[in-house]
């Protein structure tokens, strides 16, 4: 791979350069960070196995948020309707009495914590100890509960546990690569930019790109499948029943490895190619031509992302990719992956540590022996341990409810991003709100009881694992601004003013630096599927990353899962038992003994299509979706800070259809209302042929109260996952008042 | 005060040998609902310690052992006599806290209170299965609903799957329905019957949706007043005042590309930070 460097060099050569890893996307890039009298000053990438010197232009800018004027500096605390200074101790007191005040009236569910894809593995593990060890809630989620909860879920159900199978590597070896609901050239720039030199080295290689609008990425792609909103499943079905019915299948690999292959035959067999056009919109020579490709390359990496994710049927269609590969042995080879990918540069640490709706090390939370390997490994009794882990939209039902008394959220802006976002806030205002964050103007802030500042990237010292299972080292470079804490620091003081304690009466958690959590986590981890216990913070930096699993067996770790096509899908070793695709509803370990695969299987799984549940109709004829853009970062707290990327995309815009437009007599730049059965938004419509007819496009950055597409979307999330739909909402246009604002026109 | 976190530690190890035993998935998700109240009620008694500076709670490795056996003998000897057995450890832990809470007073009597009201509940659940009624179980053989733990009947049908084995009483399936939002509980006859079944299941089957039965229709069953819900009201956030200026870069971009290719012609767009906007 060739090197290139991207960066921001400072032209002070007085500078000091410090390795560490780029805090934006799941790709995880090596950077270089330049740091002149304590302040950042400049960033590039380096020759890291990743990145090979590239870098895109978020990572580019992220250094420049640090000194913003917003940044929080001190904590706060609500006195009636305003944010107040208070030190430290204050607010923690406040903290703590609310907490113990919390479950002691009312049980160790009335406080929930919602955290995010951007902290460090050291603050997810801590926080995983303290709230399932400590304060014994089951309501611990994160953000990437929005972004790649489904990735886990479909994991667990094809091959037992989560962890991504492929490399990166995988995309310059392929033959055929399959982007499904993943805008590579806006969310994966750098991941992109390897896939276009892979295509520039190998012109033979074929890019096909699943996306109903016609992006950047799909622009470049050999291939371009625009299916109706909501209607993946059937798409994957129909490509599966060509190569079943073509003999584009491994029948011994299917025969060997897996179960299940006569009922996905009779589940595939209604998808045919014209049955699928009526579904999905996709003329049946377009589904010919990209299962031809797929089926007769030797090499196939298929990723899928928010497309999916945040889609009807988002589980089933992801299982059903899973099954894709599987069905044609294309799963555990050089260049041949189902690659479901992460969004956040920390996402998978969540879900390896237990900080989203898992327990640590993938353990499974209704195995009482998983159970009793925790319990001893952190000294608690196992009893308090095994509650089944809920997940976000559950929790943030339960504060709109009022039955979590206490919430704490860190690093994310959930009164940006939920969805049917005017009922959430309501949850948030009359909660016990406690907002961990760098900025101290985020929409979440200003609903806090209290406040406080937490170091971000480039101010702390941890380790974030990408979408490839490669667990970099993030370094500390500069001190945090004013009073502000690492979140590690503050759960570390959380732990001890609470008195948690171990079964020995000792404190729960007995370490007050990174280094000491990561060699805990290591321990905790030994033996696990997502085992890190052959790492060292030395090691990331010499080597640009380590792939897990990582122990004495494999010392340089691992670049691919399942080579020998053994999966853990026996009872001993599952991450899960198992949920109903359609209901979500969990098997108990006596139903999961009878459906087991035998001999560590895989699972080929599929669904049958059914429509989303936002109904179109005659009131509301067009479908709302949402996505991001190649220059911001979910709600912008980081990238809304950054002159270059504000200038980029600095306001909301509608996507919309040249027809659609003429149709309601719209013009370029008119601002114009959405409106959904539970919201609206105002915005100017961007007219033209990359947003499909019926179809209103919106990115969901802009979180003022009249730009949000959350406030369109409905509360409804898969049955599996728990992802929330934010791929589909039905909604018509209106004209306003006339005004205009065609933003993307200036030069 | 007696040693209640013992105890309740207890409760769980023999809930989770009755696990491990039973296949009724029914029973089992009682046996689950039992344990997670009785982890809910742990806490409890160890925050109170914390608030009023004790030091928390241990010894847990001599636990109740009556309670133990109690609960491994029940594993051996069906539903029925778990079911009475159960009822005999809820009955004492209901008199133990009514005790201490009598003894009490302040925060702790509050709490002691409240964790008396739960093992009541407990026990009223229990209570019904033992001397099923009309009111409580509409079918017989006796059913346990994965949401109420009891059988209520309702206006709509009881919702039945199987693998993953599911069951939604009838008087659930009318709770539940309600409990959609406006926007949603508007459509929910427009859903194919399938579809709809599944999602009212998943609402169902929600922990929102069951400490909701568990607050008002094991209260009413224990004599107890319903826990009134504070169910938020909508809010709009205010408009956000004008933002600090972005931070512009002091350092000078530098991109080094090929002269030409794929890749090459990407990164001129990407960083023209303008170009990509015509794929918008």
Known sequence: MRLRLVGRIPENSNVRWVRSTCGLCSIGCGVEVAVSDGK?????GYDHPVSRGRLGPKGVGQWQCNDHPTRGKTPLMRNQDRLVESTWDEAMDRIVDHVNRAIAEHGASAVAFYNSGQLLLEEYYTLSKLARGGIGT???????????????????????????????????????IVLFGHNAAEQSTVLWMRMLAAKEANPAL???????????????????LAPRPGTNIALVNGIMRWLVEN?????????????????????????????????????????????????TSPRVVTTCLQGVYQSNQATATACAVNTMHLVMGKVGKPGCAPFQFAGQPSSMNTRETGADGSYPGYRNWANPVHMADLAKRWNVPVEILGQKPIAAPDIFEQVVAGQVKVLFVMGTNPAASLPDRERMLGGLRDVFLVVMDPFADTETVTLADVYLPTAMWGEKTGCMTNAERRCNLVQKVVEPPGLARSDFDILVDLARRMQLVDRSGRPLIGYTEPREAFEEWKACSKGTIPDYSGMTYEMLVERGGVQWPCNSDRPNGTTRLYLDARFPTSPERAESYLKDLETGHDHSKHEYEKVVPPRDRARLISEAYHPPGDEVNVEYPMIAVSGRLA???????????????????????????????????????????IVSRRGTLVAPAKIGDNTPRGVIFVPFHFGD??????????????????????????????????????????? | ????????????????????????????????????????SFAQVMALARLEHRNPPRGWRGANTLMKLEGRLAQLRGTTLTTRVLHFIEDQFTTAYREAEAESEGMRHQVLAALAAKAERRRAVLDAHLAP????????????????????????PALTRSNPHTYVCAACHDEVRTEFPEDLARQIESWPLQVRESRIITKALSRTSKQRAHLTVHARLAGQPETPETQAAPMRLPARAAQPPATPSTAPLVVERAPEGLETSYLERLFDYKKLRSDW
């Open chain 1, 247 to 295: 003999g584009h299948f491994d029948r011994d690999f299917v025969d060997e490895y897996t179960v299940g292959f006569a009922a996905l035959r009779t589940l595939i067999e209604p998808y045919t190619p014209t049955h699928v056009e009526a579904i999905t919109g996709i003329p049946a020579w377009q589904l010919a031509r990209a299962a031809e490709w797929i089926g």
């Open chain 2, 133 to 156: 009624k009309p009111a409580t179980f509409a079918s017989l053989p006796a059913r346990t609903c994965m949401r109420c733990l009891l059988d209520r009947p309702g206006a709509h």
């Open chain 1, 631 to 673: 220059y911001h970062w979910h709600t912008r707290t980081k990238t809304g800070k950054v002159a270059e990327l504000v200038d980029a995309a600095p306001r909301v815009y509608v996507g919309m259809h040249e027809e659609d437009a003429a149709g309601l007599h719209i013009e370029d730049g008119e601002v114009v209302r």
């Open chain 1, 138 to 176: 089951p309501n611990v989620d994160s953000n990437t509960r929005l972004c790649t909860a489904t990735v886990g879920e479909s994991l667990m159900q094809s091959f037992g546990a989560d962890g991504p199978p492929g490399a990166y590597e995988d995309f310059e070896q392929a033959d055929c």
């Open chain 1, 705 to 747: 109260p009249e730009t949000s597409p959350n406030s369109v979307m409905p509360a409804l999330s898969d049955p599996a996952s728990k992802q929330p739909i934010q791929k589909h909402a039905a909604v018509r246009v209106e004209k306003t008042d006339g005004r205009r604002d065609a933003w993307w026109r200036a030069p």
């Open chain 1, 206 to 224: 074929k890019i096909i790109t699943i996306d109903p609008r016609r992006t950047a990425t799909a622009k470049a792609a050999d291939l371009h």
């Open chain 1, 40 to 44: 950042m000053c400049g960033i590039r």
């Open chain 2, 1 to 40: 005060m007696k040693n209640f976190a013992a105890r309740h530690l207890a409760a769980i190890a023999s809930l989770d040998g009755g696990l491990a035993q039973v296949k009724d998935p029914e029973f089992a998700l009682l046996l689950r609902q039992f344990k997670s109240d009785h982890q809910e």
